[in-house]
């Protein structure tokens, strides 16, 4: 996930959250649950909702981590899988491996 797709995801889990803040309106590296006024059960729901839409799983150790815009940006781009690539004709071909001793054998 790139930083920007990072950055709208928050928008958009956090108007889930607190409709009425303005993502744009904050300070990145200000503390977002001052800023935009969240107590702990809005952060908690930020929290959870990311997991459940990505599948990010945030640890209570890392939720200083994500306390801030760019703290959750960074965190959500990092944590994110790459985008999968297509699978190929020859990558789904199922490939014979032999043991090297079995043709000794024969």
């Not at 952060?43 to 959750?72: K, M, Q, S, W």
């Amino acid at each position: 996930m790139s930083p920007d797709d990072a950055r709208a995801l928050l928008a958009r889990l956090l108007h889930g959250v607190a409709p009425e803040v303005d993502l744009d309106g904050i300070d990145p590296a200000a503390p977002l649950q001052e800023a935009a006024e969240l107590d702990s059960m809005d952060f908690l729901n930020l929290v959870t909702t990311l997991y459940d839409e990505t599948g990010i799983d945030v640890p209570e150790r890392d939720y200083p981590v994500i306390a801030t815009i760019d703290g959750f940006v960074a965190y959500a781009a990092g944590a994110a899988p790459p985008p999968r690539q297509p699978v190929t004709a020859d990558a789904a071909r199922p490939r014979l491996v032999t043991r090297p001793d079995a043709q000794r054998r024969q």
